[in-house]
């Protein structure tokens, strides 16, 4: 009976903080994407245009895109966008930042797209994205649901050069999209365009359209 006992309190003991692992693992990989990547690491642009992005997680499970966010120097470049509101960062570098309106539903291919425009001041401007993100508490297995859902915070660098551009291309200045892939635009943003392209050759495109109605 004693060595019974042992055993149950052992296995207890090692599930604990295995289950601990594996919540801490158990957390949304977010990427994000904008126009341009394509060309490297410095991206050549006319001094005034627009910048597509979108947000998605790895995972096929839905997540909740919470905030979003772009910073920049305001003495290198203006931001501005539909539905963003501009506010002040906490980077000393990159002191302001458009913020984005509104929780959304991201998960693999399904991407939340938004844009922005820019008009460029000096020779080149940096820009950091920025979106939190966590899984919702029912996508959790029922072990791990025991603990919280977490918040993960991540970040993308881009950096942007005036160029001479012949032509802006979708193959170069559109969101990459991969086969199967959708993008979702959300509020005022989706009164607008955003641009993606194809890794490769051509693809049917099927848009839908939701309203809203208002008595």
């Known amino acids: 009976m004693r060595a019974t006992f042992d055993a149950s309190v052992g296995i207890v003991t090692l599930a604990g903080p295995l289950l601990f692992f594996l919540w801490l693992l158990w957390v949304p990989r977010i990427s994000i994407r904008f126009g ?4 490297g690491e410095v991206i050549p642009l006319p001094r005034n245009g627009r910048i597509p992005f979108a947000t998605t ?4 499970r839905p997540c909740r895109l919470l905030r979003l966010w772009v910073e920049f120097n305001p003495d ?7 539905g963003a509101e501009l506010a002040p960062s906490l980077d000393v570098q990159l002191a302001a930042a458009l913020t984005y309106e ?3 539903t991201i998960a693999k291919k399904r991407l939340a797209g938004n844009f922005f425009d820019y008009s460029i001041r000096k020779d080149g401007f940096r820009v950091r994205f920025v979106a939190t993100a966590r899984r919702d508490d029912a996508e959790l297995p029922f072990l791990l649901s025991m603990f919280p859902s977490r918040t ?3 970040n993308r660098t881009a950096y942007f050069v005036v160029g001479k551009v012949d032509q802006l291309s979708l193959t170069k ?7 199967g892939e959708s993008v979702e635009m959300c509020g005022e943003q989706s009164e607008e365009a955003v641009y993606a392209a194809t890794e490769k050759g051509t693809a049917k495109v099927r848009a839908i359209e939701f309203l809203k109605r208002t008595l």
């Open 36 to 39: 341009g990547e394509q060309l």
């Open 57 to 60: 997680v790895a995972s096929k």
């Open 76 to 82: 290198e470049v203006e931001l501005s966008a539909r």
């Open 102 to 104: 509104g929780e959304r």
């Open 152 to 154: 993960i915070r991540f």
């Open 173 to 179: 200045y559109g969101v990459p999209l991969r086969p």
